[in-house]
């Protein structure tokens, strides 16, 4: 059972557009969602966070919205960098007995063309 | 300081070999979560330890376990391996809650 989905397996954008990568989740237990990304070669690196009580959170070029009621969250970068091609993964923790353990979608390969 | 360390970066076996991967967390990090990445399955938690008990484990035959050891390093270990197992494999140090931190990986090739 897929907890966190990301239904674009990659996505193309112009240098200068806006990207926008999608994440629907089921669980409505999470309460805090993260993006990770990863660049080939290496392991994932966060990008940017957005707690339950909030809709939006904005650092820099990067936006993350939440929409609660639809579960449903999304990361935009504007305007898109070549540089920012990579695989954007979003994640969730899951706590369980005291613990908690991520929860991570299949990711999408952004490819930003110049 | 110095990032997460995963050895070995790449390594090839054949089917019903044994493979042990070794992670060093960041200094102070007690956590440690490994995942496993294969294309279109994304990162599939296998298990988490912290203060060298395993907290968590996902949903992974028993061919895959690990350890935790008192400088926080941990090992995982794959037995009789099959060709499904080829896989990136990462592990993540944290301090126990919020931000993970990821190392390069393990490329693991099952032959």
């Known amino acids: 059972d897929q907890q966190v989905k990301q239904n674009s397996p990659s996505l193309s954008v112009q240098e200068g557009r806006i990207s926008i990568l999608n994440c629907d989740y089921t669980?409505?237990?999470?309460?805090?969602f993260l993006w990770y990304k990863k660049y080939p070669a290496e392991g994932p690196t966060f990008l940017i966070s957005?707690?339950?009580?909030?809709d939006k959170n904005e650092d820099g070029r990067f936006t993350v919205f939440l929409n609660k009621s639809a579960k449903h969250l999304s990361l935009h970068i504007v305007p898109s960098q070549p540089g920012d091609s990579a695989v954007y993964f979003c994640?969730?923790?899951?706590?369980?007995?005291?613990?908690?353990?991520?929860?991570f979608g299949t990711g999408t390969r952004l490819k930003v063309l110049a | 300081k110095a990032g997460v360390t995963q050895t070995p970066r790449y390594l090839i076996k054949t089917r019903g070999q044994q493979v042990t991967l070794s992670c060093s967390p960041i200094?102070?990090?007690?956590?440690v979560s490994w995942y496993q990445q294969t294309p279109g399955q994304g990162l599939q938690f296998l298990f988490e330890?912290?203060?060298?008990?395993?907290?968590n484990k996902g949903n992974f035959p028993g061919r895959f376990s690990g350890r935790q050891f008192s400088n926080s390093r941990s090992e995982m270990n794959v037995s009789t391996l099959e060709l499904g197992d080829s896989a990136l494999y990462l592990c993540a140090g944290s301090t126990g809650t919020g931000e993970l931190f990821f190392g390069e990986g393990s490329r693991l090739t099952v032959l």
């Open positions: 330890y912290f203060s060298e008990t395993q907290r």
């Open positions: 994640a969730a923790p899951l706590f369980t007995s005291g613990t908690y353990k991520y929860i």
């Open positions: 200094s102070g990090h007690r956590s």
């Open positions: 957005i707690s339950s009580i909030k």
């Open positions: 669980n409505s237990m999470f309460d805090y």
